[in-house]
């Protein structure tokens, strides 16, 4: 059975940060780009990509 597995991939594209929890649009653009699943407020805490 792969429904289960499919299922889990879908709960990755939550939109939920991993790092705050909160909701946003912007965690499964940085989970496409960076690889990291974080919002953009953490992503620039975390300084991922160097200016
Ligand atoms: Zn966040």
Known sequence: ???DKD???LKELD???DECK???ESVTQ???LTGFKICKS???SK???PV
């Open 1 to 3: 059975m792969n429904i």
């Open 7 to 9: 299922f889990d991939v």
């Open 15 to 17: 939109d939920v940060c």
């Open 22 to 24: 909160k909701e946003d």
């Open 30 to 32: 940085n989970l496409i």
């Open 42 to 44: 953490c992503r620039v």
């Open 47 to 49: 300084t991922i990509f």
